[in-house]
């Protein structure tokens, strides 16, 4: 990580065009990238991170990942904007794989297909993701990483998809510091939790 790939994360990122966040009981986007519904006939639950090394990031693949353990029976997505290397550094510095599936989608296109666009100055910087990043760090140990590529303006957000490929729950975040309840995405999908 050089200090320029730290500064660039803080640029603002090349526009997109960004769809509606789609709705529950719509049927779900879907890419050659991130396929709905999935190829093996489970249910999904998608979570769009926000830059590899945010803490908010890493606070939430660390619940998808224990969820994504104890539920065999639905598959577990986390989507990262960040380039491939930085994507597979960040994993194993934070924990491994584990029994999800991880997708790099450095271009954004599937985040701007599931409705999620750059965020404000305010949905970052507003004092109390700045506290939370603070007492996620005293709590957990979870502090700011490295950031080699990605871009911290990008909003993050979670859906769950059914066998179908329809929309049971959505999650976009309000802030950078909204973590989603992978356990609401599971009763959406009619998991008992």
Request: some cysteine; hydrophobic content about 35%; overall charge negative.
């Amino acid at each position: 990580m050089t200090f320029q790939q730290e500064i660039s994360s803080w640029k603002s990122p090349k526009a997109l065009t960004t769809y509606p966040v789609p709705e529950i009981g719509e049927r779900a986007p879907t890419s050659d990238k991130l396929p709905t519904p999935h190829a093996n006939g489970k249910p999904t639950v998608i979570t769009f991170l926000r830059h590899c090394g945010c803490p908010f990031a890493e606070k939430t693949y660390s619940q998808l990942r224990n969820v994504a353990a104890k539920h065999p029976d639905i598959n577990f997505v986390a989507v990262s904007h960040s380039d491939e290397e930085a994507t597979d550094k960040w994993v194993i510095s934070v924990g491994g794989q584990w029994d999800t599936e991880v997708i790099v989608d450095a271009e954004r296109e599937a985040y701007a297909q599931w409705g999620l666009g750059v965020s404000s100055a305010w949905h970052v910087l507003n004092p109390w993701s700045l506290y939370s990043v603070y007492k996620l760090g005293k709590a957990e140990n979870i502090w700011n990483k490295p950031t080699e590529s990605g871009n911290r303006w990008q909003t993050s957000g979670s859906f769950a998809v059914d066998e179908r490929g329809v929309v049971r729950w959505v999650k976009v975040a309000n802030a950078a510091d909204d973590i989603p309840d992978f356990k609401e995405a599971l009763k959406a999908l009619g998991v008992e939790v």
